[in-house]
């Protein structure tokens, strides 16, 4: 089993860059692909990206590829999401998410088996 707590979720302006950490406790992390959704006020759940479990594959939303990077660090049992500059429509609770299963097939909510409870990002114009 995993138990996964996001953090770095917050207030930001247009344009800003913020980075939003997952920390994994449990066992075999490194087995896990991982990825983050978001939901917005008054919206469905949507995929944002995902990570194998050795990183060396990730997928991400078409609309936010070039401004969000997923990452990991095993050892740390980490997982990172970097989003660079900003929108307000980036406004959303990002949940931390994880399956033993391919990155590919993390793109839906369905094959999620853990998830964290969420950080409130707020981005305002």
């Known amino acids: 089993q995993l138990q996964l707590v996001e953090t770095g979720g917050g207030p930001a302006q247009a344009g800003d860059s913020l980075t939003l950490s997952c920390e994994a406790s449990?066992?075999?992390?490194?087995?896990?692909?991982m990825a983050w959704f978001r939901q917005a006020p008054g919206r469905e759940r949507e995929f944002v990206a995902s990570?194998?479990?050795?990183?060396?594959?990730?997928y991400y939303a078409d609309s936010l590829k070039g401004r969000f990077t997923i990452s990991r660090e095993n050892a740390k049992k980490m997982v990172y999401l970097r989003m660079n500059a900003l929108k307000p429509e980036d406004t959303a609770v990002y949940s931390c998410?994880?399956?033993?299963?391919?990155?590919?097939?993390?793109?839906?909510?369905?094959?999620?088996?853990?998830w964290g409870q969420g950080t409130q990002v707020t981005v305002s114009s």
């Open positions: 998410a994880a399956a033993l299963a391919f990155a590919a097939r993390l793109r839906v909510d369905s094959s999620v088996e853990y």
């Open positions: 449990g066992s075999a992390f490194s087995s896990y692909a």
């Open positions: 990570i194998s479990w050795s990183g060396e594959t990730t």
